[in-house]
């Protein structure tokens, strides 16, 4: 500029940058947060953790507003925002997620390797269940990338932006001292189906939102031994990927064949306890599931079997005469069969019901035998679908009642009964037959044979005359089930309705519960595996109920012997918990 050259003042914009090229030269740090806004920034993202553990509190509307409000000012591809965020608060939709998501965790721990896999299953996502709400993140791609800025070359990049909407909300739920648990256990289109969500909105994943029950002091995936941070050193690259000799390895694999189903849980009420948390496996687990229903006084509690013969015992299908039905009923009542002394053994009360046993009816027991016409499965329905809801709604009668005692272990009587039960869970499960057929109690290779072809021709001739089998649960069970299996379903849900915690015996009653919890999700939050039998197509049904067993013995006693001896491990455990010595906290 020479002397005398007249200079105006700077045009300064009303809306947008205000600074001057020379400013931003002066000085180029000079759009760098306050010292102390700097480091409050990093705390967050330091202490930011996946919270397990929620407190029952609410949480405001202005408080939740301005967290959800910070998900939304995160970046998206093409100033695109497609971000949809779904509050949950309706209890029947958390039921539902929490049995998709309990189906899930024991689906990806078996395809784990030992290890890994027990500490999966160690991982606690009741969150979807006790966080205030459940928030979940649906990404809406109705719009062609090609019509979005930025999505042409990066398709996916919509999610990427969705992801970082996520991480904005969990950085501010965490300056107001919220916690966040990030749940992806779910198959998507299981997640989508249950949101009612349309085709080209997908979601990603369930966030728990609420106060956190636990202040985690590191991530909780390194407190459990998963794995640790890797230096910083590791993950940054300059300019190019190296060749081989000095590129970073690939992240582990823990990918193993699908066949365990190791189980050990560890939950919140045992960390008052002067012991480590999780010190009694997997029975911890049932144990704190009969405290959160109210049931951790419980010293005692009801074995209610259910008897019924099955007209598909005439293809051969089992090693025994039907009459043999009959005579473990009788001996039940006498109150000398394997199961009656295994509930007596554990102090058990026992209570009988008889479904449909032949002969003249049985004194001392509940008689609720369906008066309709009973099928071989194979050429005939197993019962008419009044029958199955008059027995279904008898047994959630029973199990209000006998709910009472605060513990309801199931088991059946029949002649039989793994065949139904085989039938029933390629029904329900769309199961392969080869999958779930058994030997049961001791059949050969030719009575196998007998038994798989038996399935396979009740299960075609029932999918034949409904086409969508296992989309109801009741009519399932009327074609392919049997009528001590109905009452055992509705005897399930009547004592969970009565806060009761249900412990299941084998195959046959695994499948009546799983009957239940399609007909009411919340029933399965009630349920403990009393044990895992040596039928095949038990642990699927274990998985799809999103339980695990407190036993393995290979148990083929039936009589709900299983449920009785894990009753009696679980009344000891709960002693355990109430009289072991408590940490000062």
Known sequence: MTPGERVWPRPVPLVGDGSAASERAADPTGWALTPGLRAGLYEAIGARRDVRRFRPDPVPGEVLDRVLGAAHAAPSVGHSQPWRFLIVRDPEVRDRAAVLTDRERLRQAAGLDADAGRRLLDLQLEGVREAPLGIVVCCDRRTPAAGVLGRATFPDADL????????????????????????????????????????????????????????????????????????????????????????????????????????????????????????????????????????????????????????????????????????????????????????????????????????????????????????????????????????????????????????????????????????????????????????????????????????????????????????????????????????????????????????LDGFAVSLAALVAVQLEPAVQACLVAGQRSREGGHALVLQHLGVEPLLDLRMRAGEGVGAALATGLLLDGLALRRGAARADH
């Open 160 to 503: 990427w932006s969705c992801a970082a909407a996520i991480q904005n909300l969990w950085l501010a739920s965490r300056a107001e001292g919220l916690g966040v648990g990030w749940v992806t256990l779910f198959r998507p289109e299981d997640l989508a189906a249950l949101l009612g969500l349309p085709d080209g909105v997908v979601t990603l994943g369930w966030l728990c939102l609420g106060w956190p029950d636990e202040r985690p002091p590191a991530p909780g995936l390194e407190r459990a031994g998963w794995s640790r941070r890797l230096p910083l050193c590791d993950v940054v690259l300059t300019d190019r990927w190296p060749d081989d000799g000095g590129a970073p390895p690939a992240p582990p694999s823990r990918m193993r064949a699908p066949d365990q189903l190791a189980v050990v849980g560890a939950r919140d009420e045992a960390d008052r306890l002067l012991t480590v948390p999780g010190s009694l496996g997997v029975l911890d687990r049932a144990i704190d599931r009969a405290v959160a229903l109210g049931r951790g006084a419980a010293a005692g509690g009801v074995l209610l079997l259910a008897a019924a013969d099955h007209p598909v015992a005439v293809h051969e299908v089992s090693p025994y005469r039907s009459s043999v039905t009959r005579d473990v009923l009788d001996a039940a009542v006498h109150g000398t069969s394997l199961g009656a002394v295994a509930a007596r053994s554990v102090g058990l009360e026992l209570r009988i019901v008889d479904a449909g046993v032949a002969g003249t009816p049985v004194p001392g027991v509940t008689g609720l035998r369906p008066p309709g016409p009973r099928g071989d499965l194979v050429h005939a329905p197993a019962m008419t679908l009044a029958d199955t809801h008059d027995l279904v709604e008898a047994g959630h009668r029973l199990g209000r009642d006998v709910g009472a005692t605060g513990i309801v272990a199931l088991g059946e009587i029949g002649v039989a009964n793994t065949t139904v039960a085989a039938a029933l869970a390629c029904g329900l499960l769309g199961a392969d037959p080869a999958a779930v057929v058994g030997l049961g109690s001791g059949a050969d290779a030719a009575m196998l044979e007998r038994k798989h072809a038996a399935v396979s021709a009740a299960v075609d001739r029932a999918r034949r005359a409904h086409p969508t089998l296992g989309a109801d649960p009741l009519l399932t069970l009327a074609e392919l089930g049997g009528p001590e299996l109905a009452v055992l379903a509705g005897v399930a849900r009547g004592a969970a309705e009565a806060s009761a915690v249900v412990v």
